[in-house]
DNA sequence: CGCCAGGTGCTGA
DNA sequence: TCAGCACATGGC
């Protein structure tokens, strides 16, 4: 058990807000996975009290994960440009954005494609629990989540009796992309928004919104804006009636918000999915 | 039961 | 470039 001091940190807003699929809140503690170790979490105000199945785990990368590096303040101020926003950082302060792991961040984008939420996270469950490593932390026991090398020779319908549907093949050749060293995911981490993105759309079931969606919460490319049906709903109250495609709204959008876009994106779809009060849904759609 | 879900790929104008 | 359509599956 260690403490990590994580002011600006809501340790509940930023699990449950839909970057990552695989932790879970029990009795007041969020169960999760950092790399191969299970982690056990607890916010008490401003620090972060973790327990680890692996002693090789330490504050740093803590820190680094949940990104408490950040001056999140100051992003927030940049992207404090309208009321909307503005409502969306009252209610979810503390929000951050993740820095996963690229290869999980976009294996799991994959699978949520045209999809839903509990879905997704029973989808991956099964594939981490099928073809992920034994770990166990006092009493919670969990799958680490499968290599590229370990999907990569799977049969089509193995991945289909998972419950993936006609994604089973887009994930199956992406993982060959990565084995194959044709997609060198290694190096994204180092490279532009735009050079990460063109990268990433050359994967089968990968477009634009998978594409920004992993290159912001893998990649940590934050002007990435993922534009999904909640986003078209939340950028209603940019063009209330004038249609848009979604390629206009990301447009505008990074112009709007500036370099770190993807935290104002993050923002508005945990407040468009959880957060706004009944006069706040019915003043723009849904 | 019908509708929806963190869309993508393909086709035809 | 853009609209229209098929696509698997399960929660609600």
């Known amino acids: 058990m260690f403490e990590v001091a994580a002011p600006e940190f ?3 807003a930023t699990l449950s807000s ?4 695989r932790w879970a809140e029990r009795h007041g503690s969020w169960h999760g996975f950092l790399g191969s170790s299970v982690l056990k979490l607890r916010q008490e105000g401003d620090v972060l009290f973790c327990e680890s199945s692996d002693s090789a785990l330490t504050l740093e990368h803590i820190r680094r994960y949940f990104a408490l590096d950040l001056n999140l303040p100051e992003i927030l101020s940049s992207i404090d440009v309208d009321m909307q926003i503005h409502h969306a950082i009252l209610r979810h302060r503390g929000l951050r954005v993740l820095r996963q792991d690229g290869w999980e961040t976009l294996a799991s984008f994959i699978c ?3 999809n839903n939420i509990k879905r997704i996270e ?4 099964r594939l981490c629990q099928a073809h992920g490593d034994p770990v166990s932390l006092n009493g919670f026991r969990g799958f680490s989540f499968p290599t590229p090398e370990a999907i990569a020779g799977l049969p089509e319908r193995r991945l289909r009796s998972l419950g993936l549907g006609y994604r089973a093949p887009y994930l199956r050749a992406t993982a060959r992309l990565v084995v194959d060293g044709r997609l060198p ?4 981490r180092r490279v532009g928004y735009e050079a990460t993105k063109t990268a990433l759309l050359g994967c089968e079931g990968v477009g634009d919104k998978v594409a920004d969606c992993v290159a912001l919460f893998g ?5 990435a804006f993922p534009i999904d049906v909640w986003m078209e709903r939340a950028m209603r ?3 209330r009636h004038r249609k848009m495609t979604r390629a206009g709204l990301h447009d505008y959008a990074r112009r709007h918000f500036g370099p770190y876009a993807g935290y104002a994106q993050q923002y508005l779809y945990h407040y468009m999915r959880t957060g706004r009060s009944s006069v706040e849904r019915s003043a723009y759609s849904v």
Request: no cysteine; proline share 0%; net charge negative.
């Open 122 to 125: 029973g989808m991956i469950e």
């Open 219 to 223: 990649f940590e490319k934050y002007e």
């Open 185 to 188: 995911i290694e190096q994204l």
């Open 237 to 239: 109250y940019y063009f």
């Open 10 to 12: 809501s340790l509940q």
């Open 112 to 114: 949520a494609s045209f």
């Open 18 to 21: 839909g970057q990552t699929f």
